[in-house]
């Protein structure tokens, strides 16, 4: 083996051994459309790779098909790509999560990417030069080669679309104002969002990358890890999730619906985001239990009013 062939393999890796708190995107094609979701390893266990649960509708998606996988793992800054061999919700003691699956070894793409830093703050912006129409929109993060934003429930982005988006930031609200173009759509904590990339940075937003990088506030790279259970060290939290997920295991049901990931020429008669079809793990999740309530308290509402008729 030359030198080279020894550098790669040594820079290999399982997908359980990718650390705490890491970014993951999983690429899906739906009825020919692409989506990235996003979600965050946990931890490595023998299966796989745990990461927090992925809802739709309050429902949890299974992929049972091969998925591409980006990762960008925190302990080297890398970013590592792969083809995934399943990932299933699983049910364990501290709640419900995914389990990614990959029989390959994970191999580090050579470039690094640009350092962001969250910014969590409302902003407005025009699309495609239309500036007597703004939306609203949240900043989510920012570097030096783009941005993430999440636009309102109304407002609907395509991949090109010109976005002039404008946010004040700072103890003295100073006004920044960015132009950029939508390059990606993907679902961030369950909401749609558009990731953009900005092709001349300008003063102001060059000197507020430099002050949040000397500011305290945690970047993206330093996100607390994620600790199911701190009164124990966390090779008996992967124990206790393992016992889990050996009692949970059950032969995949042929009514599954699946998600196929890649090619756009992949054709699904039912949309496998459809509600009715997706599978997922017994109990009401919080939205169910507090929309059930919001149709109990209308329906209480209305048949006061009915009685009041009456009288």
């Known amino acids: 083996m030359g030198l080279g062939g020894f550098f790669r393999g040594y820079n290999c890796m399982k997908v359980s051994e990718i650390a705490n708190g890491s970014e993951v995107k999983i690429h899906a094609a739906i009825s020919g459309h ?8 946990i931890f490595g266990v023998s299966a796989g790779l745990l990461v927090k649960p992925m809802e739709y509708f309050g429902k949890y998606m299974q992929f049972l098909e091969p998925s591409n996988v980006e990762i960008r793992n925190k302990r080297d800054g890398r970013v590592y790509r792969f083809m995934s061999t399943s ?12 389990l990614i699956r990959s029989s390959s070894m994970l191999q580090p793409e050579n470039s690094r990417r640009a350092e962001r830093f969250y910014i969590e703050k409302l902003g407005l912006m025009s699309i495609n030069g239309n500036n007597l129409d703004l939306k609203n929109c949240l900043i989510h993060d920012i570097s030096m080669r783009g941005i993430s934003l999440i636009p309102d429930n109304i407002t609907n982005l395509n991949i ?23 390059v990606r759509n993907f679902v961030l904590q ?9 092709s001349n940075l300008n003063v102001d937003l060059i000197g507020l ?9 945690t970047n993206l790279d330093k996100v607390p890890a994620t600790d199911l259970n701190p ?5 008996q939290q992967i124990v206790e999730v393992e016992e889990d ?29 459809d509600p009715q079809n997706l599978e997922h793990i017994d109990g009401k999740t919080i939205r169910q239990q507090k929309k059930e309530e919001r149709l109990s308290n209308e329906s209480r509402h209305i048949e006061n009013l009915l009685d009041l008729r009456d009288i």
Request: charged content about 20%; aromatic content about 6%.
């Open 231 to 235: 009164k124990i060290p966390q090779k």
């Open 34 to 41: 692409s989506t990235v979701l996003m979600t965050e390893a």
């Open 245 to 273: 997920i050996a009692l949970d295991m059950v032969p995949e049901r042929p009514a599954t619906i699946t998600i196929p990931a890649g090619s756009a020429t992949s054709r699904i008669v039912t949309n496998p985001l």
């Open 160 to 182: 090109g679309d010109r976005l002039d988006v404008m946010f004040r930031y700072g103890a003295t609200l100073h006004n920044y104002e960015i132009s950029t173009v939508v």
């Open 87 to 98: 990932i299933t919700p699983v049910k364990t003691r501290y709640g419900n999560f995914h």
């Open 209 to 217: 990358l430099s002050s949040k990088k000397h500011e305290k506030y």
């Open 190 to 198: 369950g909401k749609k969002a558009v990731g953009c990339s900005i």
